[in-house]
């Protein structure tokens, strides 16, 4: 159950931040309340694909039609490009003024004084249609440095054409198990006589995995303070059940894994139709729908008890940089872009599913198959608190994981020594970066 990338992963961006940023001080300490009465050009930067940048750019020249007084000079780059570029220019104090935002990079941006303080711009940044754990995610030390674009939650993607295939019931998601997930997933291996297996792969490639398992133990990753509260028990405890899943046939095997993690969400095991049961986010659907040309269904994680461990994951933010000279007209952007209702039908579901509760509402008018259940999926998905963003120096945790996890796997190191392992590593780095 793994093939979760929301995102490449930036190793040499992960490298570069705790250095280039260190030279950063903090800024945006005035009131962005009244718009400059003379003409100001906004820079404007994000990552993504081509046709990311050409949605847009639609929404950029509505709002230059609105603001004709305001010029938007937009930038975009492939995710690890935009890491290095973006640590680059904010530590020279010549960072764009508007900026998209990872929940791994948030709080190394916040705690260096790089991002401004949405809260000094009320007045012209409606955030009232957002509910709190939405709002939560763009905090750090209570401080909203940061909105949601867009959210969403973490789920079992089933091919329910398989399911019919060879027999096999679909779950009641509501009262299902993890030894229900493992008994289900190896019924599908069975019965197919091992043509596919029941699920793509074993827990513990991704943060949203690990915190996911915490919470239903009762713990957290990360606590208030930012230091890792993960116990190394939990962590080696859904690593031993991964290996359980391997072992009797259910998942993939640890080397279909690997490859998967190359060859990406649209073409892994899953999309190519040799697995049945993937661990992603609802998000994910209008993807996979389309690489499978399948029925699919999202449902709900199974549970351990009855802690409601799910959560928000944003899909990225909308930030504003301290070092930017017009917050108020920046803001105005950000307010274009989440609150305009004609910005949220041209942009549709590109960067998630709205957070703004209001943009959703209007978009779930037009939203039709995969993007429509998905949408629908989110407001039935019971969620706990949001948890704590990933603290300065954490956001390398996910390459760590997947060296661990793939010494887990491969039996290359025990479940015990690479949970301990692993979380004295993270520790050291988050330490390193106080």
């Given amino acids: ?74 930038q975009y780059k492939d995710w690890n490009g935009y890491w290095d570029a973006l640590a680059t220019t904010t530590a020279g104090k010549d960072s764009p003024d508007v900026v998209q935002m990872d929940e791994l990079y948030l709080a190394s941006y916040a705690d260096r004084g790089a991002l401004y303080d949405l809260g000094k711009a009320q007045k012209l940044l409606d955030t009232s249609t957002f509910d709190d754990a939405s709002l939560a995610t763009g905090q750090v030390d209570g401080t909203q440095y940061a909105l949601p674009i867009g959210v969403g939650v973490s789920s079992v993607i089933v091919n329910t054409d398989l399911f019919e295939k060879y027999g096999v019931a679909l779950p009641d998601d509501t009262k299902w198990t993890w030894n229900d997930y493992a008994r289900i997933a190896k019924e599908l291996t069975d019965k197919s006589g091992g043509r596919i297996h029941g699920a793509a792969g074993a827990p513990g490639f991704y943060a949203g995995d690990v915190k996911y398992w915490a919470r239903q133990q009762g713990g957290e990753l990360f606590d208030e303070e930012g230091n890792v509260s993960l116990k190394p028990e939990d962590l080696a405890g859904m690593w031993k059940y991964g290996l359980g899943l391997i072992a009797s046939g259910a998942s993939a095997q640890a080397s279909t894994m690997v490859e998967d993690l190359t060859a990406g969400l649209t073409a892994g095991s899953f999309a190519t139709g040799k697995t049945a049961m ?121 390459p760590a994981l997947q060296r661990y996890a793939q010494e887990v796997y491969f039996k290359k190191t025990s479940p015990e020594a690479a949970a301990k392992a692993f979380v004295k590593e993270l520790q050291s780095e988050i330490d390193a970066a106080k």
Wanted: proline residues 7%; glycine residues 8%; aromatic residues 6%.
């Fill in 1 to 74: 159950m793994n093939t979760r990338s929301l995102r490449r992963t930036a190793i040499g961006a992960v490298a570069v931040l705790p250095l280039v940023l260190t030279a950063c001080s903090g800024g945006g300490t005035s009131s962005a309340s009244e718009l400059s009465g003379e003409p100001v050009t906004l820079r404007v930067t994000w990552w993504g694909s081509d046709s990311r940048a050409e949605l847009t750019n639609k929404a950029v020249a509505a709002f230059e039609k609105k603001y004709p007084k305001i010029k938007i000079k937009g």
């Fill in 278 to 398: 993937i661990s992603a986010y609802n998000t994910q659907l209008t993807a996979l729908q389309q690489a499978t040309s399948a029925h699919l269904k999202p449902l709900r994680l199974p549970r351990l008890g009855d802690t409601e461990a799910n959560f928000f994951k944003p899909s990225m933010y909308w930030a504003v940089s301290s070092q930017s000279k017009h917050p108020a007209e920046a803001a105005v952007f950000l307010d274009f872009m989440l609150n305009e209702p004609a910005t949220a039908k041209l942009l549709k579901t590109d960067r998630g599913i709205p957070a703004n509760k209001l943009m959703l509402a209007h978009l779930q008018q037009d939203l039709t198959g995969p993007d429509k259940a998905a949408a629908d999926f989110m407001t039935t998905v019971p969620q706990g608190a949001p948890p704590v963003v990933t603290p300065n120096g954490g956001s390398g945790i996910e």
